[in-house]
């Protein structure tokens, strides 16, 4: 008896295996390239976020391996990752050195499941001193409200190693972008 459920759970997951990798094959073939260049290679969005924001709001994404989508090839490096609107479509900024270097389009958007942050993320642990001085900042930036920036939305980078794919998942405040990369080129 056991020996046929270990059989029938092999067949289940084979079957889910390949209706995955099907699906990441529409996803993948469906997503289309942002049909321009920037101008520079810079973000337009990006002076907005420095003066609205305390610190750099872009998560940063170090990568290993060689990431292909389409034409393009990531290579490993450092990348501080962007999800922004251009065009009425989503797209995933990967910037190098404040200059932009790839723009990926985004396989799938949904909403950041309640609690993740909170569930997913380390605290932060403070000493007596900090919470002091922490405390005394907060009162200033009361008082001065017009000097005052605000903290950047959490955000947080997921890798899935697939047969064919790599699949980022991206959450970025309110929001969570599935990419989809190759492993190999075409």
């Known amino acids: 008896?056991?020996?046929?459920l270990t059989i029938i759970g092999l067949i289940c997951l084979m079957v889910s295996s390949i209706v995955l990798a099907a699906d990441y094959d529409?996803?993948?073939d469906g997503a289309e390239l942002f049909p321009s260049?920037?101008?520079n290679d810079i973000d337009p969005f990006e002076d907005?976020?420095?003066?609205k924001y305390a610190y750099s709001p872009y998560p940063l994404f170090r990568t290993s391996a060689f990431m292909y989508f389409k034409d393009?090839?990531?290579?490993?490096?450092?990348?501080s990752v962007v999800p922004r609107k251009l065009k009425d479509k989503y797209y995933v900024l990967f910037k190098q050195g404040g200059k932009v270097q790839f723009i990926i389009p985004i396989a799938k958007k949904e909403p950041t499941?309640?609690?993740?942050?909170?569930a997913n993320t380390p605290?932060?642990?403070?000493?007596?001193?900090q919470k002091?001085?922490?405390a005394v900042r907060n009162k200033f930036y009361n008082i001065s409200k017009s000097s005052m920036k605000i903290d950047p939305p959490k955000s947080m980078i997921n890798i899935d190693v697939e047969v064919k794919y790599i699949i980022m998942t991206l959450y970025y405040g309110e929001d969570k972008f599935t990419l989809l990369f190759r492993r190999t080129p075409y």
């Open 1 to 4: 008896m056991k020996k046929i």
């Open 26 to 28: 529409a996803m993948y």
């Open 37 to 39: 260049k920037l101008y």
């Open 48 to 51: 907005e976020d420095a003066i």
């Open 72 to 79: 393009y090839t990531i290579e490993p490096g450092y990348y």
């Open 113 to 118: 499941p309640v609690h993740f942050y909170e």
């Open 123 to 129: 605290k932060v642990h403070q000493t007596k001193v």
């Open 132 to 134: 002091i001085t922490g």
